[in-house]
Nanobody, 115 residues
Framework: QVQLVESGGGLVQAGGSLRLSCAAS????????MGWFRQAPGQQRDLVVV???????NYADSVKGRFTISRDNAKNTVYLQMNSLKPEDTAVYYC?????????WGQGTQVTVSS
C-alpha cells in the first residue's frame, strides 16, 4: 500500500523560508511523478510544482523563482524549499505522486505565513 508522509510545515513570517519533505512508502517500481499541491480555505486544490522521474519540473507561475523542488529517487522522497514566503502562500500543502495507474495524496501539512 502506497503511503505519503509529509513534514516541515509551520508558521513563518513573510519573507521567511520553510522546507517541506514527503517520503513515499510501499513503492516497488519507478514513480512517474511527485510533487506538491496546495489548498487555501474556501479554494480549490492547485498545483504548486511537479517533478517527473526524469527530472522535468512544472511550477505554478506564482511560485517560480521562490520555490524549488528536489527529489531523491533512491529514497522515494521529494523536498520543497520555499523562500521569500508571502501571506498568500498560506495553505495546506499536499504531497502527490503518480505511481502506476493511480494518484496518491498525503494527509497535508499546514503552512501559515504571517504578514
Amino acid at each position: 500500500q502506497v503511503q505519503l508522509v509529509e513534514s516541515g510545515g509551520g508558521l513563518v513570517q513573510a519573507g521567511g523560508s520553510l522546507r517541506l519533505s514527503c517520503a513515499a512508502s510501499g513503492i516497488t517500481a519507478t514513480i512517474n511523478a511527485m510533487g506538491w499541491f496546495r489548498q487555501a480555505p474556501g479554494q480549490q486544490r492547485d498545483l504548486v510544482v511537479v517533478i517527473t522521474s526524469g527530472g522535468s519540473t512544472n511550477y505554478a507561475d506564482s511560485v517560480k523563482g521562490r520555490f524549488t523542488i528536489s527529489r531523491d529517487n533512491a529514497k522515494n522522497t521529494v523536498y520543497l524549499q520555499m523562500n521569500s514566503l508571502k501571506p498568500e502562500d498560506t495553505a495546506v500543502y499536499y504531497c502527490y505522486t503518480s505511481y502506476g495507474s493511480r494518484n496518491y495524496w498525503g494527509q497535508g501539512t499546514q503552512v501559515t505565513v504571517s504578514s
